[in-house]
């Protein structure tokens, strides 16, 4: 039997919430499929343990989370912790730690009634973005110089080193290769004259290898308006932390919102355990009010199969998904329906039970 242990940090304001139906979902497998289970630790991280420790995590947290397979996210940030500090100390510092450098964020219309573009369907609108996870924009390098004083001065550097922009390249490459799609880099070469010109020159260099694979490259303004006018353009993506970071929210808003929006943090090679995440945030305004739509956090659930090697798993969770969002009624307020949180989750797992 295989059995994937998986830590559990719901972490803030609605992470709770979604986290537990996550899984509710993970168990019904388990109850349905004698070859596999689950095991699950929780942490109690977050904003509330910072306001009460000092800190988002425990000091040993990172030595503990090696132990296991997968790490479960509900998500990070609330009121009265500043932004920078909830994201940098749990959320970045884990994907740093864990060299989780692959950020795979898929843009998918899974019901043409979810999406604001006119006439776009769901075959329209299905692409994945490969995003570079663990340096860039996010590197965390920089200084604030003369603080306080009217000559004030403030760097932000972004780091692109070969060896992280050629192995997040190439691991879309190989991916649209499997997957016999095309390949779009964005990028920002005719501004950012020294990193996304590296960016640019090192996508044709690794290119050279993956004859078979067809390439297009954007500017990331260009590919912004693409996204909206002809998404149908895109199949695999790749493209830098900062810019990964804002076309996927994008992708979220002509597929449905950010309770449809979800994202892995992956180390391919499996050295460290990867992440998996919905990416709609803490939500504080309707934290505990039992309404935050779970089917973000559910189809986490579907690519933390995927990567394990359960694809069919993978495949019924996120067909599941599909079926429950033709029906109105059993949806949260987000999409229109009247149902709470935990309805929807019980309700899913109903129908994973029939497929």
Not at 62 to 73: G, T, W
Not at 175 to 180: G, L, M, T, V, W
Not at 311 to 338: N, Q
Request: glycine share 10%; net charge negative.
């Amino acid at each position: 039997m295989k059995t994937i242990n998986i830590a559990l940090i719901p972490g803030d304001g609605i992470g709770s919430e979604v986290v537990a139906e996550g899984v509710k979902v993970l168990q019904a497998i388990e109850a349905m499929d004698d070859s596999l289970s689950f095991s699950f630790t929780e942490f109690p991280w977050g904003c509330e343990y910072y306001l009460e420790h000092g800190k988002m995590m425990a000091d040993d947290g990172i030595e503990k989370l090696k132990s296991f397979d997968a790490i479960y996210l509900g998500a990070v940030g609330y009121p009265g912790v500043p932004d920078h500090i909830s994201l940098w100390d749990l959320l970045l510092r884990i994907r740093k730690e864990f060299d989780q450098y692959v950020n795979l964020r898929p843009v998918k219309l899974l019901n043409q009634s979810l999406t604001p573009l006119k006439s776009k369907t769901e075959e329209d609108i299905d692409f994945l973005v490969i995003r570079e996870n663990s340096e860039g924009e996010y590197a965390g390098a920089g200084d604030w110089l003369f603080k306080g004083k009217p000559e004030e001065v403030v760097l932000q550097t972004g780091v692109f080193s070969r060896k992280g922009t050629e192995r997040i390249i190439r691991y879309a490459y190989e991916e649209a290769r499997r997957s016999k799609r095309t390949l779009t880099s964005i990028s920002k070469g005719n501004a950012l004259n020294y990193s996304m010109v590296f960016w640019d020159e090192v996508f044709e260099e690794v290119g050279k290898e993956y004859p078979d694979v067809e390439t297009y490259s954007y500017l990331v303004d260009a590919a912004s308006l693409y996204m909206v006018s002809d998404p149908g353009r895109f199949e695999v993506v790749v493209t830098s932390n900062l810019f990964g970071d804002i076309i996927t929210d994008l992708g979220a808003g002509i597929t449905g919102g950010l309770g449809l929006a979800t994202g892995a943090n992956v180390n391919p090679e499996k050295e460290f355990p990867s992440m998996f995440e919905p990416v709609h945030g803490s939500a504080p305004d309707i934290a505990g009010k039992g309404v935050a739509n779970p089917l973000a956090a559910i189809w986490s659930v579907s690519q933390l199969l995927d990567f394990f090697g359960e694809e069919k798993w993978g495949a019924v969770v996120l067909e599941t998904i599909k079926s429950i969002i033709g029906d109105t009624e059993r949806l949260t307020p987000d999409l229109k329906g009247k149902a709470s949180t935990a309805e929807v989750g019980d309700w899913f797992v109903e129908l994973l039970k029939k497929k």
